[in-house]
């Protein structure tokens, strides 16, 4: 199995995934700039949407989302409890959880990696952001998880919520989410 990757990117989620599966696995490292591998290779001749992070097994089959990719080393290593069990309430809320960290937090924090992006843009963005943050905190009151134990969500959010110090989001307020984070 090859995870492409690009360091301090979304594909750290699956990368901590990987390693906590205890799986066999090999990181190709995929510069965000060029796309070219160390090899030379233009990477989006590999992915043709040209993004991380993007997993192929070892019969060639592939996976470029990171909900999919989580879940999906998850059920190969059940007994590590990485997700719950296909079919039952909480595999949907790991999947409601997961859905909401790609769409409004990971997808809020895009635009603020977006070079010249205007400074009341990103205002109106961070705005909306800590809206969502703010929720999360309050989901994680009296948690040390999103769920009753450590799952890929969690995860997931450690990456996200990490990108706002490059971004300048002051989520001193938010005590849950600091201690989860930390």
């Not at 090859?2 to 066999?24: F, R």
């Not at 090899?39 to 999919?68: C, F, M, Q």
Request: proline letters at 7%.
């Amino acid at each position: 199995m090859k995870l492409y990757y690009s360091p301090g990117a979304c594909s750290l989620s699956p990368h901590i995934v990987l390693k906590e599966s205890g799986l066999a696995f090999e990181t190709i490292a995929v510069p965000t700039k060029t796309h070219k591998l160390a090899d030379g290779t233009d990477y989006d001749s590999i992915n043709p949407l040209g993004y991380v992070p993007y997993l192929v097994l070892d019969d060639g089959r592939t996976l470029h989302e990171r909900p999919a990719i989580v879940q999906y080393i998850a059920d190969q290593a059940p007994d590590k409890q990485l997700a719950p069990a296909n079919g039952t309430w909480e595999r949907y809320k790991l999947q409601e959880w997961l859905n909401t960290i790609a769409t409004e937090l990971h997808k809020g924090f895009s635009p603020l990696f977006t070079p010249g992006m205007p400074a009341e843009a990103k205002d109106m963005t961070k705005t909306r952001l800590m809206s969502r943050l703010n929720w999360v905190d309050g989901e994680l009151a009296g948690k040390n998880y999103l769920l009753e134990a450590f799952t890929v969500a969690d995860a997931y959010l450690f990456v996200v919520a990490g990108w706002s110090k490059p971004v300048g989001l002051d989520l001193s307020g938010l005590s849950n989410l600091g201690a989860y984070t930390t």
